[in-house]
Every structure is written in C-alpha cells, then in structure tokens.
C-alpha cells in the first residue's frame, strides 16, 4: 500500500499514474485502468498533480465523493470499458498534503478477463503499460490475451489435417524406450503406436472419429517443417557462449530447431539441450545396491527449469524460444506472459499451465512439477549451492517471461566467507572431453543400451569422436561394450 504521507517522495511509473481531476473525471483514466488491469496493475491517484521535478504533491478537489461516483458508474458501463475488476476495497479517499484524494487501486486482471479494453473494440481499446506511459497493444497483443482466456488447454487442438506422418519415429520411440524404463510393466507399453500415442493426449479422434494428432503431439514428437504448419512462428535456439570467444563470435555451439538435421520437436530439443546445460555439473559416484545414483537436487533443479519454458511456452506468438548458457548464468526466454501473478509463482502452490498435454507427456518420464511446486524447489536449490538468487522477468510486445539462473557466489554468502563448494565445475578441469562423456553418460541413463551410431547422433558428435570417448569410459570402467565390432552396443556398468 503506499504510504501517501509521503507523496511528495513518489513519481510516476509503471504501477503508479497521477492525474489532476479538478475538472472532473478525466478521459485518459480508461486507458490507464486498461494497462494496468493488463499489464502488472498499479495505482490512479485523483486528485494529484506531477511536479517540474517529476514529485507528486496534492491539489484541492471540489468534490472526492462525486469523483469516486462518477467512477463507479463508468467502470460499470460496457460502453466505456468492458469489465469491472474491481471491488469496493478497492477505491478510497485519502488524506493527503491537506487535500483529499482519491486513489484507485487496479489489480492484475485474471486471465479469463483479459484484455481489459475501452470502447467496443479491444484491437482498438487495450492498453498496457511500459514505463511511465500507456500504449495501445497490437493485434498480436490482444489475440494472445484471447487465447488465454480459455480454460480448454491450448496443446489440446486436434490437428484434422494431419495424421500421424507427421510425427518422427524415431522420437516416440525413444520416449516410450525412456518411459519404459522408468515405468517397467505400465499398461501403455504393449499397446500399438497409435494407441499409445492416444493415450498419452498426443493423438485424439477428429469430428469422423479417425486419430489425429493434437497440437500437444504436433509439438512434442513432430517434425519441425510440419510443427511450423500450424505455428509459424516456432523456433527453439539453444546458443552457447564461453570465455573463449571472441568478440566476433556471438556463440561457440548452437542448436536450432530449423537446422534440418534433426527432428526440431521439443521433445528431442529438451535431451540435446540439458546434455549441454547439465556438462558442467559435477556428478557424485553412489550406489544404492548395484544402482548407480548420478542425480543431484542441482540437476533436477535444471530439468524443471527446462521442462517449464518449454511447457509454459505459447506456441502461436512472436519470437521463439531462446536458452544462452554463458560462464555466469543461464538465460531462459520463452514466448508467452505468465497466466497467474509472479509473485504467486515464486511462493508456490499455484499452477496454470498453458498446455496441459505436454505437462501430462514430460511426466510420465519423470520431467517437470504438477503441483506449482517448481520454481520454488529451484529457488532453494540456489539458495543451498550459495549462487545469487533466479530472476523471472516479464516483458511486453511481445509478450515474453525470461528466468535468469545466475552461475556467481551471492555476494553476502562470500562477504560472510561462505565456503560451499558449487556442483558446477569449472576451469581447465572441466575439459571438452570430460564433457562429451558426460553427455554419453547422461544418454546412457536414460536409454540403456545404444549403438555408437545412435549415441553420436543424440549428443551432436561425430560417429568417429563418439567411439574414441567410448573406448575410454569402457577403459576407466564406466561404460560396458557388448556384441562384435559390427553390431556393438554400449551401456552403463551396472
């Protein structure tokens, strides 16, 4: 709440506007209860002007109680601005430098009642807020408002001009080879393809009753020239920059969903993409009976990270989805605002998936939270290794949430000579070969028996350089070599 004792210390922002209102009830207040409904909400002071010096200071009102019923009135008036928000509590006079004012407190409109517009044409009449100032949004804008109205899950669409061609082989069935492993006798696992496919929410019947994919399948097993058919705008981009790099180097490894070379769906993209992001962590040699225990709450805390973008992401807006993994920190941007408040997020318990199908697909391998509990659980994992703790920020036209994991000893942790040792290893230890074979170890646990061939192609090595880190991992007695030269196959020591 603000401390309006203090007017004269606050200036205009993007939660906070003032107006003077001695001439009545202003115009432009229905833009500004638009971008903030819209946008992060904020407050309307009546009664309150800005100063040569950008301070606030109170003027005198003839009448705060005609204000506040010309308001109500207004705010309830379809013809002038299409919800009431709003709630009693919300609107107060105030005493403040003498003066009686009026402040209106907007909040953040729930999803189901955006976009909050003025007039009769919300491509015309919605606003949103961007510094000290209210812009009219594009049409980009307000459909992707109108999408998330809806309580049907976007990924839920039933693709009627595609049959199951249009998936990759090859993905679903490493994704079921993964689920299998994870869920050895599951009912799912003896059904055909295109049962399996059903049952997960990857394919449903169309109007004629005959399997389709959805767009939760288009996206998850698809190939990427026919995923970009119904969102044209679907890029993923993994870019990987390090100290080494020169300044005409924007990055010194890249994966990108259009290169052709792989399948381009984000369930191929979310392996590839956490092989490279998790290199770097150290990983503890235990055993539980004859099992090997290579995870830590670090790695988990990695996946969820990934897993998150990924499923939070709206696939029909601007822009793609971007991760940079730099020495210091990791940088997760994926289209699409958040649908609940951040704040909310951060503490937990509260969930809104935009695409509940592919929430529903990454579980039943073990990947990604249900239960709001995922940000939270990163933030600890933070907390304990001593780094700085993540930023979620969002941003507008287009609308975007971008996760800061930073990499760096929190400064109070340091100042206060804290000594933890982080999982992320770093320098000359952490060589270039000692990487590649924690990308052969990491897709050895998730798959349990693999060709060099096979391997090479899921981690981005060539066969030849494959085979070389293979013969030391068997040689250091980490990876076990089975059957003749021709038809070898390789897996983790058990």
Same mark, same amino acid.
């Given at each position: ?116 517009y003025t007039g009769a044409d919300p491509f015309a009449g919605t606003y949103r807020r961007n510094g000290e100032g209210d812009y009219c949004c594009t049409k980009d804008e307000v459909r992707a408002m109108m999408r998330d109205q809806a309580d049907i899950s976007q990924d839920a669409r ?108 984000? $369930?191929?993209?979310?392996? %590839?993409?956490? &092989?490279?992001? #998790?290199?770097? +962590?150290? @990983?503890?040699?235990? /055993?539980? *009976? ?35 993994? $730099?020495?210091?920190?990791? %940088?997760?941007? &994926?289209?699409? #605002?958040?649908? +609940?408040? @951040?704040?909310?997020? /951060?503490? *937990? ?55 800061? /994991? ?89």
């Amino acid at each position: 709440m603000l401390d309006l004792s203090q007017l004269s210390k606050y200036k205009e922002n993007n939660r906070l506007e003032a107006k003077k209102a001695q001439g009545g009830l202003p115009h432009s207040i229905w833009e500004t209860y638009s971008a903030f409904a819209n946008t992060f909400g904020g407050y309307i002071l009546l009664g309150v002007v800005e100063n040569a010096d950008k301070s606030f200071s109170s003027v005198q009102l003839a009448s705060p109680e005609k204000l506040v019923s010309d308001f109500w009135n207004s705010v309830n008036n379809p013809s002038i601005v299409n919800v009431n928000i709003l709630s009693d509590r919300n609107v107060q006079i105030v005493e403040s430098g003498g003066n009686r004012i009026v402040v209106i407190e907007v909040p953040r409109a729930d999803r189901h009642d955006k976009p909050v517009y003025t007039g009769a044409d919300p491509f015309a009449g919605t606003y949103r807020r961007n510094g000290e100032g209210d812009y009219c949004c594009t049409k980009d804008e307000v459909r992707a408002m109108m999408r998330d109205q809806a309580d049907i899950s976007q990924d839920a669409r039933v693709m009627d001009t595609m049959t199951i061609d249009c998936l990759d082989t090859d993905t679903i069935r490493r994704y079921r080879q993964r689920m299998d492993n994870l869920r050895p006798g599951h009912v799912w696992s003896e059904l055909a393809v295109e049962d399996f496919l059903h049952r997960i929410g990857a394919m449903a019947r169309d109007a004629y009753g005959k399997l389709r994919p959805t767009a939760a399948g288009l996206l998850m097993f698809g190939h990427e020239y026919e995923i970009v058919r119904e969102f044209p705008h679907y890029f993923l981009d993994y870019q990987e920059h390090d100290r080494s790099a020169t300044e005409d180097e924007r990055w010194t490894d890249r994966i990108v969903s259009s290169s052709g070379d792989w399948s381009g769906n984000i $369930c191929d993209f979310y392996f %590839r993409v956490y &092989n490279r992001i #998790a290199q770097d +962590i150290k @990983v503890p040699f235990k /055993l539980e *009976g004859t099992d090997r225990i290579d995870d830590t709450p670090l790695h988990k805390a990695l996946r969820e990270a990934l897993a998150n973008a990924l499923i939070h992401a709206d696939y029909y807006d601007r822009r793609g989805l971007v991760i940079q993994k $730099c020495p210091d920190k990791i %940088r997760i941007a &994926n289209p699409g #605002a958040f649908r +609940i408040n @951040v704040q909310e997020a /951060l503490v *937990g318990g509260v969930s809104d998936p935009r695409n509940e199908s592919l929430i529903k697909m990454f579980n039943l391998i073990n990947v990604g939270e249900r239960a709001g509990s995922g940000l939270p659980s990163i933030r600890t994992v933070w907390q304990k290794q001593g780094w700085q703790e993540p930023e979620i920020v969002e941003s507008f036209n287009p609308d975007r949430t971008t996760l800061l /994991l930073p990499l760096a000893a929190n400064k109070a942790a340091a100042k206060s000579g804290d000594k933890k040792v982080a999982a992320k290893s770093g320098g000359k230890s952490s060589s270039i070969s000692e990487k590649r074979k924690n990308d052969i170890l990491q897709y050895l646990t998730d798959t349990p028996e693999a060709s060099s061939t096979q391997i090479a192609d899921a981690i981005g090595l060539q066969v030849s350089r494959t085979k070389m880190y293979l013969s030391e991992l068997v040689s250091d007695g980490a990876v076990v070599a089975e059957g003749s030269s021709r038809a070898r196959k390789y897996r983790l020591k058990s």
